[in-house]
């Protein structure tokens, strides 16, 4: 395919040729997702069961949507649904939707007060400012809390999946979650590209 716009930058041309070419975005389109990232969750929901059961979910970071819309797609019988992040998110029946920054204190604690949830899931992605330790440290935050939010609001025998980047050293955190949950693991699913440093850490069954 050539894209033939003179305006575009060659980086701008390549990235457009990838995303036109791109059999999730296509189904997307053809699934009316918001956002290709839904086939990551319905790899996750496949292959983890998660929803199995599940009433009450929490999305974190979850603009566009398309999470939470696969979530209104799956759960049987849900009782809440909770979508949060920093940008605006478009109304979807079903989702309470929350914007903020999950990471302060005042949404923390705020979150406490709707738990618990069957399942927590972050699809966050912190916005980079191109230097690699501060990004890493940013995205550490990020899941760190995230985790912290799935210990203190999760029900026994609750799951947490979160994104995390494999540009550092996860193993503090990987340590926890094996404390916490009776299976730990990582997941990279074939609709996340294989250039992103992005993978899933899968956390089954909460302990207690
Ligand atoms: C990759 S996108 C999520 C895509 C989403 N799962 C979907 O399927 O549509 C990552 C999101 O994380 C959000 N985000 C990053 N840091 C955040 C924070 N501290 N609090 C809330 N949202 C945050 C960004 O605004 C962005 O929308």
């Not at 019988?77 to 079903?94: E, F, N, R, T, Y």
């Not at 912190?126 to 995205?139: E, I, Q, V």
């Not at 026994?156 to 009776?182: E, P, Q």
Request: charged residues 30%.
């Amino acid at each position: 395919m050539k894209i033939k716009n003179k305006n575009l930058s060659d980086k701008s041309k390549k990235w457009l040729k990838r995303h036109l070419s791109d059999k999730y975005v296509k189904l997307s389109k053809d699934n009316s997702y918001r956002s290709r990232a839904a086939f990551k969750l319905i790899e996750i929901i496949d292959k983890y069961k998660v929803l199995k059961s599940a009433q009450s979910v929490i999305d974190l970071g979850a603009a566009p949507g398309s999470w939470s819309e696969v979530l209104v797609e799956r759960i049987k019988s849900p009782k809440k649904i909770i979508a949060i992040d920093l940008l605006h998110l478009d109304p979807l029946p079903g989702v309470e939707i929350i914007q903020g920054d999950f990471t302060s204190t005042k949404f923390e604690t705020y979150i406490e007060t709707l738990s618990p949830f069957d399942l927590v899931i972050s699809d966050i992605s912190p916005n980079l400012s191109g230097n690699k330790t501060a990004d890493f440290l940013r995205m550490q935050e990020s899941i760190e809390v995230a985790m912290d939010i799935s210990l203190k609001s999760l029900s026994k025998g609750g799951h947490f999946v979160a994104k995390y980047f494999r540009t550092g050293d996860m193993s503090h955190l990987i340590t926890l979650a094996k404390r916490n949950f009776s299976k730990v693991s990582s997941f990279k699913p074939d609709s996340s590209r294989k250039e992103s440093s992005e993978i899933y850490l899968i956390c089954l069954n909460k302990k207690n």
